[in-house]
C-alpha cells in the first residue's frame, strides 16, 4: 500500500501550479493576487477570507473565543464558499461585507492562532486547490500550506504605507488608528506559536513602498510565467 499512496500525492503534485503570495495585512496582497487572476487567467484563494468567515461562525455562536475545541468544532461544521467575483458565503448566506467589519477582524487573528483550527483548514486549503492553476494569498501558504508552490511571493511594505492603503481602500479618515490595529495585528501574526507569518527561504521578496502595484504584478506575471515554461520544459 506505501507504493499506492506515493503514487497518489506525485499525482496531485503534477495537477496543480500554485503562486503562493504571503505578507502582512496591508502589503497589496489581494489587489495584486486581483491583477493576476485577470492576466493569467488563474483561479484565486483568499485565505485570510476563510479565516475570517470561520471567525464570524465562532463569534455568532457566542463560545469563547479561547477554547481552541469548541472553536475547532464550529470551523468544522460550517461550510464557506468562494465565487470568484469575491462573493464569500457562510452557510449559504453572503457575509462578503460581514467579514470585514470590526467584530471579525478584532477577533480573527485569536481565532486564526489556534492549532486546532489551523488544522482544519489547512485541510481544506488544499482540498479547494488539489487541480489547476491557483493564487493563493495569506500567512502561511508558502511555508505551510504549498510548500512545493510553483512560485512563492513574500510581499512587504513600510508600515505607514500599508496604513495608508488600507485606510484608502477601507474609506477610513483616521489612519493612525488603522496603523495601530496593523502593528496588532502584525505582532499577533507573527509571533503565534503555530504557522506563524514568515518569509519562505525560497520566496522571492518585493519590498513594495516605492514600488506601484502594477509593478509589482508586472514583474510576479513575468516570474509566473519563466516557471510554468521550465515546469512544461522539465515535463516535456
Ligand atoms: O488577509 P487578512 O487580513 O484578511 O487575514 C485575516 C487574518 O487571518 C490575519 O490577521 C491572520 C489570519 N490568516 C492566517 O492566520 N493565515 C492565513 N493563511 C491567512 C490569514
Redesign the pocket.
Known sequence: MPSLLRCSVTMSETLVSVLAIDGP?GAG??TIAGQLVDRLGITRL???????AVTLAVFREGVDPADAEICAKIVQQSQVEFDQDGTVRLNGEDVTREIRGADVTCL??QI?AHREV?QVLVHLQRRIASSGEWVV?????GTV?FPDALLKVYLTADIAERARRRAEQDSVTEQSLVESEIRR?DI??STRIV?PLRQAEDAVVFESTFLSIDEVTDRITRLWKERCEQKDGGEG
Do not use: M, N, P
Open positions: 495585512v496582497k489581494s483568499d485565505t485570510g477570507a476563510l479565516y475570517r480573527v487573528s486564526s489551523r494569498e495569506g500567512r502561511d501558504i500550506v495585528r499577533s501574526d504557522s
